[in-house]
């Protein structure tokens, strides 16, 4: 089965626009018409309020940037029995008073049920806990609390912005917890880049969580810190953009190859760029077999990592020119160009929000499938991940465990997606599962 490459609107801002415009037949079309005219993606309409003989709906608008905002408005403009009431921006809208916040599950309504949560009976559950601590994980929140621990010097598509700049991530990563698997995740800000302070830091709040979530944190500090969480810690540690981005990236693979009749163990691999996400893949890459994992990257001591993981440092034009597969995620738009493709190659580059080529133009030059970093997106791992390492008492994270992931994913993949949706909730129940079962395997 021959697979095409997912193409997306490659919008960078999104913009709602309030209309006013007659209520009779054809208005909405010639709004619709002049819209697309002026280059505008139309993605969701609503009426939102309606008069005696108008209707005023919201447009959402999919646009490439503020000067081609402007050139729409003023666009807008030359319709007649139309008016732009105004333009709302849905993202900050979204995001103000912030996207989390902690509520109590318990009701308290009466002197009898405070009793219960509160004084005199509260002391009754801390005995228990004294006497034996893993009564934690049952009567406190302990067991199902995350923290998702970030110093800000690594945020997705923007680099080093600082812890505080890069909250709106980490409660979108909390909010995807709570909806997807069910687990409270805390954000924790340290506005600290020395590897010993993180450590030290995230030891100290440690026995609040039932798991730590490594987030944003650039390399080469990142390896070394969850490392040494890892050795120091009796709970898992994760660095999200290294292993949950493996995870998917992995599943990913299987699927294509598996589709396409391709022994990814086989292959020749190759991995353009060997930060956190890079030096992630490479490794499960490896644990999964695959015999061949070539790999470049500008720092030397990536490369060299790279070599102590059991691959091979190679320059960018053997890699385009050897390997089988390959995954770029360098955060250079535009590093490779359609004449570096080889046929029958698969491209995933990974960048965002601007990918090392767009999937179109790797597949005119004959590229077998090629993706870009909105399909693979490590959203689909690290919920399930951690729901299942929770869920049997994990110590720490292991490559069984994450291969299960991989897997679980895999298996989960339908028609002629590469991966599943991110909001198919079977499908994180499925690699919690998956995890939890190789966390059972593990200890027998």
Partial sequence: MV??????????????????????PGYLGKIA????????????????????????????????????????????????????????????????????????????????EMGKIYTPGVAQICKLIQKDITTSRTYTCIGNSVAVVTNGTAVLGLGNIGAVAGMPVMEGKSVLYEQLVGISAIPILMDNTDVESVVATVKAIAPTFGAIHLEDIAAPECFEIERRLQEELSIPVLHDDQHATAVVVLAALMTITQRNGVDLTASKVGIIGLGAAG??????????????????DIRENAMNRLAS??????????IMSDCDVVVATTGKPGLITPEMVRPGQVILALSNPDPEIKPEEAMKRGALFAADGRTINNALSFPGLFRGALRAHATHFTDAMKLAAAHAICGQTKMDNIVPSILDREVHESVSNAVAKAVYLGQN
């Fill in 3 to 24: 697979m095409t490459s997912l193409v997306r609107p490659e919008a960078k801002i999104l913009r709602t626009f309030r209309v006013r415009v007659m209520d009779k």
């Fill in 309 to 318: 993981l059991g691959g091979m440092p190679v320059p960018l034009a053997q």
């Fill in 33 to 112: 018409t002049r819209l697309g005219e002026l280059g505008a993606n139309i993605g969701e309409i609503h009426i939102v309020a309606q008069g005696p003989d108008f209707l005023v709906r919201d447009i959402t608008l999919y646009l490439d940037d503020e000067k081609h905002l402007q050139a729409v408005v003023e666009g807008f403009k030359t319709l007649s029995n139309a008016s732009l009431e105004g333009v709302i921006d849905p993202v900050e809208q979204a995001h103000e008073g912030g996207k989390i916040g902690i509520k109590s599950k318990a009701p308290l309504t009466s002197i009898a």
């Fill in 279 to 296: 030096s992630g893949i490479a490794q499960l890459l490896l644990c999964y077999g695959v015999k061949q994992v070539l790999g470049t």
